[in-house]
């Protein structure tokens, strides 16, 4: 019994690593993305300077700020699956096929082998496409950077919840397949949803009244919004930063619950789509 225990123990962590190394054998597509990635960033951090030269701190920061969320999240883009190729595509495609049968009769939980599995490719993601566009942003422009090593070791908590949440969203988007034929369509909405409600493309705190309070509380602002204000100090006090890392931890285990409870509803009685 000891034994088995022991096993499952180390189960978890032997599936982040092969995710890990799985994505690590992708060198050409790893540098391909770093290109995009940092491309993008420029042409991002250029719309916002001149936004920012017309309209000084809008959002309440000031175009350093504005141009650390640019590069920033540009390095989280790939870690969080933000525009997708995380593992929800392949879950559905096994779902669709009855492999998914396969799964469910592993001596391990579906959630946590598929969260272990994403959490080692947003390891490597983190790494092999996130350390260099942020490099070149900072060569490039004028970064609002830390330099509190606190608030950077508050910065990674929040960048660890916010993937934890990023992969609660996606597992219910994956969960879905049992209930639809083509993931297709959710999952472009998923993306498109993602894209303007986590920050990503601007820093949600430009939106006005009540529908930027409003935006600022969904799960999606968790992903960038949050670890960016924890690391430029907009939560630089004890009390508002374990409030922010609060926020994330909430959403973490609403998400996950949920996630499980769709699981155990759409396990019940798996249905094999198409054949």
């Known amino acids: 019994?000891?034994?088995?225990?022991?096993?499952?123990?180390?189960?978890?962590?032997?599936?982040?690593?092969?995710?890990?190394?799985?994505?690590?054998?992708?060198?050409?597509?790893?540098?391909?993305?770093?290109?995009?990635?940092?491309?993008?960033g420029f042409i991002l951090a250029y719309t916002y300077v001149a936004l920012w030269d017309e309209r000084p701190g809008l959002g309440g920061?000031?175009?350093?700020?504005?141009?650390?969320?640019?590069?920033?999240?540009?390095?989280?883009?790939?870690?969080?699956?933000?525009?997708?190729?995380?593992?929800?595509?392949?879950?559905?495609?096994?779902?669709?096929?009855?492999?998914?049968?396969v799964d469910l009769y592993r001596p391990a939980d579906l959630q946590l082998w598929w969260l272990a599995a994403d959490l080692g490719r947003a390891g490597f993601q983190l790494l092999g496409r996130g350390v260099v566009?942020?490099?070149?942003?900072?060569?490039?422009?004028?970064?609002?950077?830390?330099?509190?090593?606190?608030?950077?070791l508050l910065f990674l908590v929040s960048v660890t919840l916010g993937l934890l949440v990023s992969f609660a969203v996606r597992y219910l988007v994956g969960l879905a397949a049992f209930w639809l034929m083509d993931g297709t369509g959710?999952?472009?909405?998923?993306?498109?949803?993602?894209?303007?409600?986590?920050?990503?493309?601007?820093?949600?705190?430009?939106?006005?009244?009540?529908?930027?309070?409003?935006?600022?509380l969904l799960p999606w602002s968790a992903m960038v919004q949050v670890p960016l204000d924890v690391l430029m100090g907009e939560h630089a006090g004890?009390?508002?930063?374990?409030?922010?890392?609060?926020?994330?931890?909430a959403w973490v285990l609403v998400l996950m619950g949920t996630g499980r409870l769709l699981q155990s509803a759409a396990t019940r009685k798996v249905v094999v789509q198409g054949g």
């Open 133 to 152: 566009p942020l490099l070149a942003g900072a060569l490039a422009f004028q970064l609002a950077l830390p330099a509190d090593a606190l608030r950077w």
């Open 238 to 249: 004890a009390g508002t930063a374990v409030g922010a890392l609060g926020f994330q931890a």
């Open 61 to 101: 920061y000031d175009q350093a700020q504005a141009l650390t969320f640019v590069w920033v999240s540009q390095s989280l883009l790939a870690a969080g699956a933000l525009i997708g190729g995380g593992f929800q595509e392949e879950m559905q495609e096994r779902i669709r096929t009855g492999d998914i049968a």
């Open 1 to 40: 019994m000891r034994q088995g225990t022991a096993r499952r123990a180390w189960l978890y962590p032997a599936v982040a690593a092969g995710g890990f190394r799985r994505y690590a054998t992708y060198g050409t597509a790893t540098a391909a993305g770093v290109f995009t990635n940092t491309v993008f």
């Open 186 to 216: 959710i999952n472009l909405m998923a993306t498109v949803v993602t894209i303007f409600f986590s920050g990503m493309l601007l820093p949600l705190t430009v939106f006005p009244g009540g529908f930027g309070e409003f935006v600022r």
